[in-house]
């Protein structure tokens, strides 16, 4: 790596490594499946903005602030309000979610916190109530695959910074 692309792979404010800059060969490979993942959840019906509140609930949860801003921004584009986006953290206490959504919210919580078995078979058997064998493939996957993006950009300390376009 030359002495320029060694140092954008490490942020000057935190001295952390950009883990996607000091290794793009893996970052690829994440950002392909990714792509996978959303063509996954296309085609088993998932709405754009579901597939946004999994992204937004995942990255909550993780206290990535890189993901919560890109998504954020993704959700509010796909149709999302602002309304529904301010109580998510909250979902369980209100009725502004679908049980779709519901079951794939507790799905996807389940699956960053996977060792709360109790937690996995109930988040599991209420999914099963509400959606197929492909829509709980396909949550289970965004789950994954944000909480792969959210461990990237956690410990890469990726900035959130100001933007006039959203």
């Not at 396909?138 to 900035?159: D, E, G, T, Y």
Request: aromatic share 4%.
């Amino acid at each position: 790596m030359s002495e320029t692309a060694e140092t954008t792979a490490v942020s000057r404010v935190t001295g952390r490594v950009y883990l996607d800059k000091r290794s793009p060969d893996a970052y690829r490979a994440l950002v392909k499946t990714a792509d996978a993942v959303r063509t996954t959840a296309a085609e088993a019906g998932l709405d754009r903005i579901l597939v946004e509140l999994v992204n937004l609930r995942v990255s909550q949860l993780n206290g990535c602030a890189y993901c919560l801003d890109v998504h954020t921004r993704a959700a509010l584009r796909a149709g999302e309000t602002t309304r529904r986006l301010g109580v998510l953290a909250a979902w369980r206490d209100t009725e502004l979610f679908t049980g779709r959504e519901r079951a794939a919210l507790a799905l996807a919580e389940a699956t960053t916190h996977p060792a709360d078995a109790l937690a996995q078979e109930r988040a599991y058997d209420g999914a099963r109530e509400v959606l197929d064998d492909a829509e709980i493939s396909a949550v289970i996957w965004v789950a994954i695959a944000i909480n792969a993006f959210n461990r990237v950009s956690i410990l890469s300390k990726h900035p959130v910074r100001e933007t006039t376009a959203s």
